[in-house]
């Protein structure tokens, strides 16, 4: 009985998260990386930026000093809502850099679950891409489901840490 009850334990705790996470190339961090915009596919506004902003930290963590691309200074409730700007300023901005390497991705959740407990729900989709070709040379994705305390943003920063567990880095000094 012991068992069983163990063995539902862990079945029940692997079921708040999952990940598709291959191995990359091998990427030197002192190469020109770029964060450019994240589709945000989530109902809440701003998810994008907030993760754009976790992994900013979390590469800088593992070596790698990447630059993000400008924010879009406006008043403008449209342009706001409508990221098709943001976009192009970005694109626009990218063209002038000597990038190696771009970042980017999506975000399909980013909330906290309704109920009682209200647990954080994340799922990120990350992308590393070759500046020069434009191919892409890893993705990955992940999602978890957190505890009753955790917060959004802690809940996007293991999820993001997941991911970037599958970038292979050569610091090279």
């Known amino acids: 009985m012991k068992r069983i009850l163990l063995a539902a334990s862990i079945a029940g705790l692997s079921a708040c998260s999952s990940y598709q996470v291959p191995d990359s190339p091998v990427f030197a961090a ?24 976790i992994l900013n930290a979390q590469l800088y963590a593992k070596g790698i000093r990447a630059t993000i691309y400008p ?3 406006t008043n403008d409730l449209a342009v706001i809502i409508d990221d098709s700007a943001k976009r192009r300023q970005a694109q626009t901005w990218l063209a002038s850099q ?4 771009i970042i980017t991705g999506s975000v399909e959740e980013w909330h906290y679950k309704s109920g009682l407990d209200g647990e954080p729900a994340v799922g990120i989709t990350l992308e590393i891409k070759s500046a020069k070709s434009k191919t892409t040379l890893w993705r990955a ?3 978890r489901g957190g505890w009753g305390r955790e917060s959004v943003s802690g809940t996007g920063h293991i999820v993001i840490d997941e991911l970037l567990d599958g970038v292979n880095v050569e610091n090279l000094e």
């Open 71 to 73: 924010e879009l200074n």
């Open 98 to 101: 000597p990038a190696d390497y």
């Open 141 to 143: 994705t992940g999602s």
């Open 30 to 53: 002192n190469s020109h990386w770029v964060i450019m915009p994240m589709a945000n596919h989530s109902n809440t506004p701003m998810a994008a930026e907030k993760v754009e902003k």
